[in-house]
């Protein structure tokens, strides 16, 4: 099968050199999402902002990403995909560095909202490059190669952000972007050809800033939910409105449109429209779970930084190794198969957490477990970006490469903000539960002398312990959850066509 000419090779010819460099592109992106996290409060005092204040450093982010995503399809066919990608590779670390120059918490929002505006097109570039570059036969060992990036960044960054800030700095939490950028450009500049352009396509104001609005909105209530208590808030209803108003808005106005911001044809694709569903999954079970683990192990275990990024490590290990071998099963059964299986193993994980892990837990139940989510990860990953993308005509997957990190990015953020809510939540009932049998009467029971009930540091000693009970049953009630939500997710793959038995024409033109 033959690509169109605008697609078919590198300039160098060289596919490795292109792989490394939309590689290193990616990894950049995707660790620069969860490593400043850690950094969080030694920057707050270096740039002397409050608590709520410093959140906005991360908000600002996620926030101008999401926006700006879903216009990587329309540059790239505007002003050329190569001219985009460089574009995005200078202002996303030259933003890095400006971050880690900052002296302000305004400037170093300011510079977070640049960062994320060009961060934003580099991993679905990044995946449409692969994509055209490789022939189809070896499109699942190159998503193999791009989506360890994917998948162990997240993992990563935490892990790298607090030794970067316990030994150096915070700042060098984005000086370190800079290398890593200067090489990635290089490569682009090396390996890559520039595409066609495509200067008929009008540009729809209006469905572009319905998108954004809803995105935004969305957004800022998943961040800012938990800080705010949820509906309680007046700021949270109001962005929960903006949100709607903004999607309503867009999905009538694309239903209605001539030109609509997103081609319509993207959603008449079977494969893409269930990968969007699966993917949005995936993005929950990706950041959902790590999300989960560094306030069990650092506030309940009381691990270090550094421990806590040492026992997480192996799930990165088992998506890496896992992923070479999923690349390869791509090209020789059905692709659907090894989804499911990855699906099976990651629900087994979640589980396993469920049972094994408990106050009195060794390391050896977060690696173990760990790395066994790991597997199901890697190996859902690879052939879910080579199935969605397999019936799609080439001149489409740059704009489906944006949408569908996107519903990997939606789905990591609402992943997140409904674990975090319910963990707060189940805190507070179990502790009410289980405090409900603390009684005057305890005295009766072997209770180590520090839980004296009859006295004031004894009670407090008490309740922390209660505390301290009452999350562990609240992380494995969140466990238990990821697992349901996994499971009933797993279905949705009989929605995907073997790509095998549907004949793709070459360069199949878009229908306007």
């Given at each position: 099968?033959?690509?169109?000419?605008?697609w078919?090779?590198?300039l160098?010819?060289?596919?490795?050199?292109?792989?490394v460099?939309?590689?290193?592109?990616?990894?950049?992106?995707?660790?620069?999402?969860?490593?400043?996290?850690?950094?969080?409060?030694?920057?707050?005092?270096?740039?002397?902002?409050?608590?709520?204040?410093?959140?906005?450093v991360?908000?600002?982010?996620?926030?101008?990403?999401?926006?700006?995503?879903?216009?990587?399809?329309?540059?790239?066919?505007?002003?050329?995909?190569k001219?985009?990608?460089?574009?995005?590779?200078?202002?996303?670390?030259?933003?890095?560095?400006?971050?880690?120059?900052?002296?302000?918490?305004?400037?170093?929002?300011?510079?977070r909202?640049l960062?994320?505006?060009?961060?934003?097109?580099?991993?679905?570039?990044?995946?449409?490059?692969?994509l055209?570059?490789?022939?189809r036969?070896?499109?699942?060992?190159?998503?193999?190669?791009?989506?360890?990036?994917?998948?162990?960044?997240?993992?990563?960054g935490?892990?790298?952000?607090?030794?970067?800030?316990?030994?150096?700095?915070?700042?060098?939490?984005?000086?370190?972007?800079l290398?890593?950028g200067?090489?990635?450009?290089?490569?682009?500049?090396?390996?890559?050809?520039?595409?066609?352009?495509?200067?008929?396509?009008?540009?729809d104001?209006?469905?572009f800033a319905?998108?954004?609005?809803?995105?935004?909105?969305?957004?800022?209530?998943l961040?800012?939910?938990?800080?705010?208590d949820?509906?309680?808030?007046?700021?949270?209803?109001v962005?929960?409105?903006?949100?709607?108003?903004?999607?309503?808005?867009?999905?009538?106005?694309?239903?209605?449109?001539?030109?609509?911001?997103?081609?319509?044809?993207?959603?008449r694709?079977?494969?893409?429209?269930?990968?969007?569903?699966?993917?949005?999954?995936?993005?929950?079970?990706?950041?959902?779970?790590?999300a989960?683990?560094?306030?069990?192990?650092q506030?309940?275990?009381?691990?270090?930084?550094?421990?806590?990024?040492?026992?997480?490590?192996?799930?990165g290990?088992?998506?890496?190794?896992?992923?070479?071998?999923?690349?390869?099963?791509v090209?020789?059964?059905?692709?659907?198969w090894i989804?499911?299986?990855?699906?099976?193993?990651?629900?087994?994980?979640?589980?396993?957490?469920?049972?094994?892990?408990?106050?009195?837990?060794?390391?050896w139940?977060?690696?173990?477990?760990?790395?066994?989510?790991?597997?199901?990860?890697?190996?859902?990953?690879?052939?879910?970006?080579?199935?969605a993308?397999?019936?799609?005509?080439?001149?489409?997957?740059?704009?489906?490469?944006?949408?569908?990190?996107?519903?990997?990015?939606?789905?990591?953020?609402?992943?997140?903000?409904?674990?975090?809510a319910?963990?707060?939540?189940?805190?507070q009932?179990?502790?009410?539960?289980?405090?409900?049998?603390?009684?005057?009467?305890?005295?009766?029971?072997?209770?180590?002398?520090?839980?004296n009930?009859?006295?004031?540091?004894?009670?407090?000693?008490?309740?922390l312990?209660?505390?301290?009970?009452?999350?562990?049953?609240?992380?494995?009630d969140?466990?238990?959850?990821?697992?349901?939500?996994?499971?009933?997710?797993a279905?949705?793959?009989?929605?995907?066509?073997?790509?095998?038995?549907?004949?793709?024409?070459?360069?199949?033109?878009?229908?306007?």
């Amino acid at each position: 099968m033959t690509e169109p000419a605008a697609w078919r090779a590198p300039l160098l010819g060289n596919r490795f050199l292109v792989a490394v460099a939309t590689m290193l592109a990616t990894v950049m992106q995707v660790i620069d999402q969860t490593i400043a996290n850690v950094a969080l409060p030694r920057m707050q005092g270096g740039l002397a902002a409050t608590q709520d204040q410093i959140t906005w450093v991360l908000t600002s982010y996620i926030i101008a990403a999401a926006i700006a995503m879903p216009l990587t399809g329309w540059l790239s066919g505007r002003f050329g995909r190569k001219r985009i990608f460089l574009l995005s590779v200078v202002g996303f670390t030259v933003a890095s560095v400006c971050c880690g120059a900052a002296q302000s918490l305004a400037q170093m929002v300011a510079f977070r909202l640049l960062q994320g505006v060009c961060g934003a097109a580099l991993v679905p570039l990044s995946q449409a490059i692969l994509l055209d570059v490789f022939p189809r036969e070896q499109r699942g060992p190159a998503m193999a190669f791009w989506g360890v990036g994917i998948m162990a960044g997240p993992i990563l960054g935490p892990t790298l952000g607090g030794w970067l800030t316990d030994n150096w700095d915070w700042r060098w939490v984005f000086y370190i972007n800079l290398p890593v950028g200067a090489l990635a450009w290089l490569g682009i500049v090396l390996s890559i050809e520039e595409t066609a352009l495509d200067r008929d396509r009008p540009f729809d104001f209006f469905g572009f800033a319905m998108l954004s609005l809803g995105m935004g909105g969305l957004q800022m209530m998943l961040d800012r939910g938990e800080l705010k208590d949820w509906f309680s808030s007046r700021e949270i209803q109001v962005e929960a409105a903006l949100a709607a108003l903004g999607f309503y808005s867009f999905i009538v106005h694309s239903l209605t449109a001539r030109h609509p911001f997103l081609h319509p044809q993207l959603f008449r694709d079977r494969n893409l429209v269930a990968g969007l569903i699966v993917s949005f999954v995936v993005g929950i079970m990706l950041l959902a779970s790590a999300a989960l683990l560094p306030p069990l192990l650092q506030g309940l275990m009381n691990f270090p930084v550094m421990t806590t990024g040492m026992v997480m490590a192996p799930r990165g290990i088992g998506t890496a190794i896992v992923m070479v071998i999923a690349g390869r099963l791509v090209q020789r059964t059905d692709a659907r198969w090894i989804i499911f299986v990855g699906f099976l193993l990651t629900a087994y994980s979640l589980w396993d957490m469920a049972q094994r892990f408990s106050l009195q837990m060794d390391s050896w139940s977060v690696i173990w477990t760990g790395f066994v989510q790991g597997l199901g990860l890697g190996l859902v990953f690879p052939p879910l970006s080579t199935i969605a993308f397999a019936t799609l005509p080439p001149a489409l997957r740059t704009e489906a490469a944006g949408i569908f990190t996107l519903a990997r990015s939606l789905g990591s953020s609402i992943g997140v903000s409904v674990v975090m809510a319910t963990l707060t939540a189940n805190i507070q009932v179990v502790h009410a539960s289980v405090a409900a049998h603390v009684t005057p009467y305890l005295h009766r029971l072997a209770l180590p002398p520090l839980w004296n009930p009859h006295s004031a540091a004894g009670i407090a000693a008490l309740n922390l312990e209660v505390t301290r009970q009452a999350a562990m049953v609240a992380f494995i009630d969140d466990f238990l959850l990821m697992m349901v939500v996994t499971l009933a997710a797993a279905p949705l793959i009989a929605l995907m066509r073997n790509p095998r038995r549907v004949a793709v024409p070459a360069g199949a033109n878009v229908v306007e």
